[in-house]
C-alpha cells in the first residue's frame, strides 16, 4: 500500500476505534466466530481476503412456516443508469402508492431507501422511524447519525453505501415490524438488492437479520458471523450486527468493540 494511502487508512482506523471506543491494538488474526447455538438456519461463509472467493461452511438448517423456500433469483449486472431507473419506477408507482399491509394507514411518508445505485456495501435496517416517516428519507434521527458516523469511519460517505430498511412504512410507536408486515413488504426489498447487486450487506438488528438470511436465530446468537442471503444465485455475502439504536440504549466498550469487528470485516470483504 502507497504511504500516503496507508497513512489515510491508519488515521481512519483510529477515528474509528476512538468512535466506537475500542481502546486496544489487536494482533494477529481475528479468530472466526463460532455459533452459540446448534440449531442455526442460515449457511455460513468464512470472511475472504478481498478479490478471493469465501468458502461456505454450512450449518444445519432449520426451517419455518415463515421462511418457505422460493428459487433464488439470479443477480443482473445493470448499469447505473439502469439501476436509478428501475429503482425509481419501483419507489414511485408501487412503494409511495403502496397498501399491502396495515402499515401503510399510520404513515406520513414512505420510506424506500437511498444511497449509490452501484453500491459495494448495503445496509438493511428494520423499518422508519419518526424523523424518517417525517422526512422520507432512511436513518436520520438518532441511530442515523450514529451510522453516517460509522460509514465516515469505515472511510466512505453515506451517498456510497446504499441504505435500506425491511418496510418501508413506519411501525406505530416505532414497535419491530411484525412478521406479516415485513413478508408483505419483502419483495421490495429483495427487489432492491436485486438492482443494486452489492457485494456485501450489512443487516442491522434482528428483524432484518432474520428475514434476509430466513432465519429465526437472535442477533446476538449469530451477529458478527458471516452467512448468505441465499434468494440470490450466487447468494449475497452478509455481516450480522447490531442496530445503531440498540447501540445508544446500550452504549457499552463490549457492543461497540463488537460493532466495529463487523464493520472492519464488511470492510476487508470489499476491500475498502
Ligand atoms: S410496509 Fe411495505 S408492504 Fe406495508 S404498506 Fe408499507 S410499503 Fe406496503
Known amino acids: ?63 419455518g412456516p415463515l421462511f418457505a423456500a422460493a428459487p433464488p433469483k439470479p443477480r443482473p449486472s445493470l448499469d447505473r443508469e439502469t439501476k436509478l431507473r428501475v429503482l425509481g419506477a419501483m419507489n414511485e408507482s408501487e ?10 394507514a399510520g404513515r406520513i411518508n414512505t420510506v424506500f431507501g437511498e444511497g449509490d445505485a452501484d453500491a459495494k456495501l448495503m445496509f438493511i435496517g428494520e423499518g422508519p422511524g419518526q424523523n424518517e416517516d417525517e422526512t422520507g428519507r432512511p436513518f436520520v434521527g438518532r441511530a442515523g447519525e450514529l451510522l453516517d458516523k460509522m460509514i465516515v469511519a469505515m472511510g466512505l460517505t453515506r451517498e456510497q453505501v446504499y441504505i435500506a430498511n425491511v418496510v418501508k412504512c413506519r411501525p406505530p410507536n416505532n414497535r419491530a415490524p411484525l412478521p406479516d408486515e415485513v413478508e408483505a413488504c419483502w419483495d421490495y426489498l429483495r427487489r432492491q438488492i436485486e438492482t443494486i447487486n452489492p457485494r456485501v450487506i450489512v443487516t442491522l438488528g434482528g428483524p432484518a437479520t432474520k428475514r434476509v438470511l430466513q432465519t429465526d436465530k437472535g442477533i446476538t446468537s449469530i451477529r458478527g458471523i458471516w452467512a448468505e442471503c441465499k434468494a440470490f444465485n450466487p447468494p449475497v455475502p452478509v455481516m450480522p450486527t447490531f442496530h445503531p439504536a440498540y447501540l445508544l440504549r446500550a452504549y457499552t466498550m463490549e457492543n461497540r468493540k463488537k460493532v466495529w469487528s463487523d464493520l472492519q470485516a464488511a470492510m476487508k470483504f470489499i476491500g475498502s
Open 95 to 104: 412503494v409511495k402508492p403502496c397498501k399491502k399491509c396495515t402499515l401503510c
Open 1 to 63: 500500500m502507497e504511504p500516503l494511502r496507508a497513512k489515510r487508512v491508519l488515521k481512519q482506523h483510529v477515528k474509528t476505534d476512538a468512535l466506537l471506543g475500542v481502546d486496544a491494538v489487536p494482533m494477529g488474526e481475528r479468530p472466526a466466530a463460532q455459533p452459540s447455538d446448534s440449531d442455526a438456519a442460515e449457511s455460513v461463509v468464512k470472511p475472504a481476503e478481498p478479490g478471493h472467493a469465501h468458502v461456505p461452511v454450512q450449518l444445519t438448517p432449520v426451517g
